[in-house]
């Protein structure tokens, strides 16, 4: 892995300049100096950064490669896109999106009545607003509520039950109007063609979603009674989630386009687009040989255009507008997940840790020699003999023959050993080799929670890519995985031995160290556990202005303990009395201990869990 990767995932919007990894953008400030300005004004825990322009960045392109395809087939549809708010609710996301989007039109797609709430008030006047997703009357009569303050929805129907409460809501709406207002209508179809990757299940027959041909036909009937057939207006499908071959794409949309046109042709007049839903993948692999996506957004806007294109040539049929779902690839990129190194857990083999006595056990003597002239021609072999005698000393130990302390030297005269001999084979490679990488991973606590930060990593195994934040004139000699601090022994991001993650030997007593977690932007916030009760993160959202200088802003704390414990329905004012009065009427704390311990009481609960400084760096202050 060259670069951590930097080349495959980063997409230009980070580089490495010297020594640090740099935004490239405006002034190109580097992400340890934006961290450290943070850091200064008192936020030490894990911090979350957003970047607006990446999400500019993102809808532009998108925009731009549909606008290009568009041209270069003579496509006579419009091109629309919307955001499903269920990759990212959160207001700092979403206010820079709206912010950034204002030229597009950009809606957002809303598939629950919260998210519903959000779309029709955050939506610019005009901009599309899709619904999916289950939906009762409730939800059904929020949306005629939005047609009728002059909103642009459509409703996606998933099954004929949500039909019937459409027309019978419609009746209650419209029924003495003289002038109907109901939302337009577009019908989920049911592909035969499966979905793709984890979430197969989103699109292909055995989906939760949408209708079968059947259902299909019996709808069109249901609209034609009703005279609601001149709302229907959209076809929609949605195949999964970081789709990351393009096939099943355009399966899935000759199968659509096909309903569309057939429909169509049968007088549904006023159809006149096609939802693809979301599933653009996202680049997340540091390694050539592990990429996720085989196409490029441009091969992806090429054959959406070309087959609807196709398709309606053939069966004679306008042209359909094309609207998108990308979520993923919209909001992922726009955040950087920063968490300071705690420890590296195998710290103590250090040589100074040694104790060697005057006498030491021949084999242990041994031990020290072999660390003190193995070179690259004997490392093999050294590295068989410190192996062999760390059995003997070990059985030794068992055996009650040598001491705690020489079983200490030992350990740390062998890791020292293997460390050694790995860096001196390196080019070599081999099986055995690399079985013992993978014994003397150096495990760096992190000072954050893969439940809350990185759910997907937890859950689905998804990775994402991650880097220092600055040495990186260096070459890193340490096969890492990371641990983060949380109670649970799932809380720690190992790396295969084909894909190892190389860490810097620090002292994190003497220096500072960050991880950047790249890509963090889409599904992982609003699906973070609290976990151990680690909350989100400390957020902010880093502007760039005309002349290249970036501003830190919208600053969000992360929730303090009290309001942690408040959000679980716990009386916390009764909380707080218990502790103060523990405090007050113990009987070994003296009364001006009492105010001083008060007051320390009083300071911890206003701050978060995660943990505030790098332990060895406030004992040396
Ligand atoms: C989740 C979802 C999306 C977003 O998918 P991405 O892969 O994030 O682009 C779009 N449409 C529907 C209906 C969805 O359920």
């Not at 794409?249 to 659509?256: D, F, G, Q, S, V």
């Not at 460390?419 to 000072?447: C, F, H, M, P, T």
């Not at 003497?510 to 916030?525: H, M, N, P």
């Amino acid at each position: 892995m060259k670069q951590f990767g930097l080349d495959i995932w980063a997409d230009d919007n980070f580089f490495i300049n010297n020594d640090t990894v740099n935004v490239n953008y405006g002034s190109r400030p580097s992400l340890l100096q934006i961290t450290q300005e943070i850091r200064e004004r008192g936020y030490k825990g894990p911090l979350l950064l957003r970047f607006p322009h990446l999400i500019s960045k993102q809808i532009h392109t998108l925009f731009d490669t549909f606008t290009q395809a568009k041209k270069a087939f003579g496509y006579r549809g419009n091109f629309h896109a919307v955001f499903p708010l269920k990759v990212n609710q959160f207001p700092n996301f979403i206010h820079a999106l709206i912010d950034v989007s204002r030229d597009y039109h950009y809606g957002l797609e809303a598939g629950s009545k919260a998210e519903l709430i959000l779309a029709i008030s955050k939506t610019p006047p005009g901009a599309p607003i899709t619904v999916n997703g289950f939906k009762d009357k409730e939800m059904i009569s929020l949306c005629f509520i939005a047609a009728k303050t002059g909103h642009n929805i459509t409703v996606t129907i998933e099954g004929l039950g949500e039909l019937e409460t459409i027309i019978q809501v419609d009746r209650e709406f419209n029924s003495d109007q003289e002038r109907s207002v109901a939302p337009k209508i577009g019908m989920r179809v049911r592909l035969h063609s499966a979905g793709t990757g984890t979430w197969a299940k989103s699109g292909g027959y055995s989906s939760k979603f949408g209708l079968t041909s059947t259902e299909l036909l019996e709808a069109y009937e249901m609209l034609t009674q009703n005279a609601l057939l001149d709302r229907l207006w959209m076809i929609h499908f949605h195949i999964g989630s970081q789709m990351g071959d393009i096939a099943p794409l355009k399966k899935a949309l000759r199968e659509a386009g096909n309903i569309y046109a057939e429909l169509k042709k049968r007088g549904a007049d006023s159809l006149g687009a096609i939802n693809i839903g979301g599933g653009l993948a996202v680049e997340y692999s540091q390694h050539d040989s592990s990429m996720e996506r085989n196409y490029s957004l441009r091969e992806f806007a090429n054959d959406v255009v070309y087959l609807m294109q196709e398709i309606s040539r053939s069966k004679g049929v306008a042209e359909p507008d094309i609207f998108t779902e990308s979520g993923r690839y919209i909001a992922a990129s726009h955040s950087v997940l920063i968490a300071p190194v705690l420890e590296l857990f195998s710290q103590e083999y250090h040589q100074k840790a040694l104790r060697l006595k005057a006498e030491n056990p021949p084999l242990i003597q041994e031990l020290y020699d072999l660390l003190h002239t193995i070179s690259r021609k004997n490392a093999r072999e050294y590295l068989h003999d410190a192996l062999d005698h760390m059995e003997s000393l070990l059985t030794l130990f068992d055996l009650g023959y040598i001491d705690l302390e020489d079983r200490s030297n030992t350990e740390i005269l062998v890791n020292l050993i293997v460390k050694k001999a790995i860096s001196l084979l390196k080019n070599e490679g081999s099986d055995e080799l690399k079985r013992l990488q993978d014994r003397i991973q150096e495990r760096y606590l992190v000072n954050f929670s893969l439940f809350q930060s990185l759910p997907d990593f937890w859950g689905l195994a998804q990775q994402f890519p991650v880097m220092p934040l600055d040495r990186l004139d260096e070459k890193p000699s340490n096969p890492a995985s990371i641990w983060d601090i949380t109670c649970d022994s799932d809380g720690e991001m190992a790396f295969s031995r084909d894909l190892p993650l190389y860490l810097h030997d620090i002292d994190v007593g003497k220096e500072e160290y960050f991880l950047a977690f790249f890509l963090t932007g889409a599904y992982q916030e609003v699906l973070g556990m609290q976990h151990n009760l680690f909350t989100h993160p400390t957020e902010c959202v880093i502007r760039f202005k005309e002349d290249g200088t970036y501003s830190i802003g919208s600053l969000i704390e992360a929730q303090n303990l009290m309001d942690v414990l408040d959000d679980l329905d716990y009386d916390t004012a009764l909380i707080d009395k218990t502790l103060k009065q523990q405090i007050e009427e113990s009987l070994f704390i003296s009364k001006e201990e009492k105010e001083e311990l008060l007051g320390k009481l009083y300071l911890y609960l206003s701050e978060n869990s995660y943990l505030k400084t790098i332990q060895a760096i406030s004992e040396n202050n």
